[in-house]
């Protein structure tokens, strides 16, 4: 899962997948990276936490950090939240990335290219907003990988 800070969507989509792939029983793992190191470390932001524990779902734990090129070669899929994310992943590696690089929404509405908003700058309901999107093309994605690929 990747987005810009690793501090927002992305621990929000790693947190979701995780919990979905587990209630489901599934030999997947899944992790999360920000094209930048800006926040390097950190934990995910208070609100991101509190938007997925209002969801049982607990992301407190999970740390920042920056994508490397040996993201691309170990994961099989890269699922980027907007569409800056997927130009950056692609510009990193790309023949590493040409076969697995997606854009989280298009699970849920193919070929659109629409962006998990950047709710960085907004107040708690952009939050729950992205929460509810990542929530359905979550679902979506584990379909599409347990269905096509
Ligand atoms: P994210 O959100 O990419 O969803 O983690 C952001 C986090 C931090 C910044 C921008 C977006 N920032 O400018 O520091």
Request: with cysteine.
């Amino acid at each position: 899962m990747v987005c810009l800070g690793n501090i927002c969507r992305s621990p929000l989509a790693e947190g979701i997948a995780r919990h979905k792939i587990k209630l489901r029983d599934l030999p997947w793992t899944v992790d999360s990276v920000g094209t930048s190191g800006w926040h390097q470390g950190e934990g995910p932001d208070k609100r991101s936490v509190k938007a997925a524990k209002d969801n049982h779902i607990d992301i407190s734990n999970l740390r920042a950090r920056q994508i490397q090129l040996d993201d691309l070669r170990i994961f099989d899929a890269l699922i980027t939240m907007d569409a800056q994310n997927y130009q950056d992943v692609k510009r990193l590696g790309p023949d590493l990335a040409s076969d697995k690089l997606f854009m989280m929404t298009n699970f849920l509405y193919p070929n659109q290219n629409k962006p998990v908003p950047d709710p960085y700058y907004g107040d708690m309901d952009g939050f729950y907003e992205v929460f509810d999107l990542l929530d359905a093309s979550v679902d979506a994605m584990i379909d599409y990988f347990l269905e096509e690929h």
